[in-house]
């Protein structure tokens, strides 16, 4: 335990900036897949997954883009200054995008909003790589990935409370984000020394390029950015693809009843009809097992080697990503879930801390910005994957209507989705349950997740080679 003393008070106010931030963003972002595809009559706005696809997958990349440009602009203007800047954007995003419904709309504000969390991320990482040293990094990322978690496991848990009516999920995000103003009283930017009033902002987006330039002419630094995204396009399924997985396939009553008999406000409050369970509440367990054995894993792995750790954990994230294959009992998904779990607490902040180490110490929000390349890349290509590769492989609105096609059943025009689902069961003489049984042994929904799993190991065995190349060569971080 001493080397919790390690920590400076900024580590952790840091660290509650970004639970606070988290919160937010999750309490929104676990449940935007399904708001964005749902049937009109539960309030979502009924996207093609194509759409949503493209929304979250460039939308959300864009935001993984900006903090190349942002964090160059935090090391020069000041962390402090930039924090106020981005929780301003952010609040006033959230309480803007609910007021939108058509597709361009949405697209449009969702950028804006990726502009106020682009503002944010660089700045909080690059804090915690300035407060930790090399005996304390592998904890002080392990506690800043734990605290990422405890955000995304408590936004939705309370957001879904409200879920009825996706307004008043925006607004609880919109909250949380306003009370990190009061947090910045107490944020003091670590190492910051005096020093002349910046330039033009031209004279910053120039050195941004210029610094660019140089990571370009690395091409072993790009190639691991690259293979790095291979782990972000299989992880944003967790949020891109997996939500809407369970609520189109997955039999979620064992769930329900285990929590009907043991802790019934659960079963009450998560449950949008007798007998199911949320898909956003199943899919939030990975946070709440991260929550759990985070700091275990990280202390586990201390002294394991950044690229080793990774490979291991993209490898294990695989692996559970691949148990989804098998079955549509919720116990099956939750058990795959946790495999999937222990793998991202083992890989995911080893990426964060390996840029850190390997970044000058004057330029640790740049270099951090550039962490953010492969999440981008992985977002852009999750969002192919999750909007029309999983419409054509998976999707059950896609599914049921050529189910209709081929039993020559006549469904009226202009009802939700919901509503048609519940005409061809009718017309079937089935009930919905048994309609979902068919359709998945039929139409085999699940291959979706053999193409997810052949990403995740094709990133582990890149990154195998590519450190075995590493190894052979001159050490990286002498370079920069």
């Known amino acids: 335990m001493n080397v919790f003393k390690r920590f400076s008070r ?24 399904n708001y964005l595809t749902g049937s009109s009559d539960t309030g979502g706005l009924e ?40 929780f301003l954007v952010y609040a006033s995003a959230f309480l803007l995008l609910p007021l939108f419904s058509s597709f361009t709309a949405v697209f449009l504000m969702y950028l804006y909003l990726a502009v106020g969390a682009a503002l944010f991320k660089p700045v909080i990482s690059a804090t915690v790589s300035k407060t930790t040293d090399e005996r304390s990094a592998s904890i002080g990322f392990g506690i800043y990935y734990m605290m990422v978690n405890i955000g995304a496991f408590f936004g939705p848990v309370v957001t879904l409370l409200f879920n009825e009516d996706y307004r008043v999920v925006f607004y609880i995000s919109a909250g949380v984000i306003l009370l ?47 293979i790095v995204a291979g782990f972000w396009t299989m992880y944003n399924q967790l949020f891109f693809t997996l939500p809407v997985f369970i609520s189109q396939w997955v039999d979620t009553r064992a769930l ?41 894993i990280s202390t586990a792995i201390m002294r394991l080697k950044p690229l080793k750790s990774m490979i291991s954990g993209f490898l294990v994230c695989s692996i559970g990503m691949a148990l989804t294959l098998f079955s549509q009992d919720v116990l099956f998904t939750l058990v ?29 929000a740049l270099y951090m910005g ?31 209507r050529d189910y209709a096609r081929q039993q020559g059943f006549s469904v009226p025009d202009g009802v939700s989705q919901g509503e048609y689902f519940d005409e061809v069961a009718r017309q079937a003489g089935l009930s919905g349950q048994e309609l979902t049984n068919l359709l998945w042994d039929t139409y085999s929904p699940s291959s979706i997740w053999i193409v997810v799993l052949t990403i995740g190991l094709v990133a582990s065995a890149s990154l195998f080679i590519y450190d075995r190349y590493k190894g052979s060569g001159n050490n990286q971080g002498s370079r920069r």
Do not use: C
Not at 58 to 72: E, K, N, Q
């Open 256 to 296: 329900y009843d285990f929590f009907s008999h043991h802790l019934p406000f659960i079963s009450h409050h998560y449950s949008p009809a007798p007998g199911v369970i949320d898909a956003e509440f199943v899919t939030n367990f990975d946070a709440f097992y991260i929550i759990l054995l985070q700091v275990v």
């Open 10 to 33: 900024v580590f952790w106010v840091a660290n509650v900036l970004e639970l606070f931030e988290r919160w937010a963003w999750y309490g929104f972002f676990m449940l935007f897949a």
């Open 370 to 400: 550039y962490s953010f390349i492969p999440v981008f890349l992985g977002n852009v290509f999750a969002g192919l994957i999750s909007g029309s590769v999983y419409q054509r492989m998976s999707d059950k609105v896609t599914i049921v």
């Open 47 to 86: 996207f093609t997954q194509a759409q949503k696809g493209l929304l979250m997958g460039v939308g959300t990349g864009i935001l993984y883009f900006l903090p190349v440009l942002t964090g160059a602009i935090a090391d020069r203007y000041g962390y402090k200054r930039v924090l106020l800047f981005a």
């Open 180 to 226: 990190n103003l009061i947090l910045l009283l107490f944020y003091k930017e670590p190492g910051r020394r005096e020093r002349r009033a910046p330039g033009p902002l031209s004279t910053t987006v120039g050195e941004i390029f210029r610094n660019m330039f140089s990571i370009v002419k690395d091409t072993r630094f790009l190639l691991f950015l690259l």
């Open 336 to 364: 795959a879930m946790l495999v999937f779990a222990v793998g991202e607490m083992a890989g995911s902040p080893k990426i964060t801390e390996y840029i850190g180490a390997i970044a000058p110490a004057e330029k640790k």
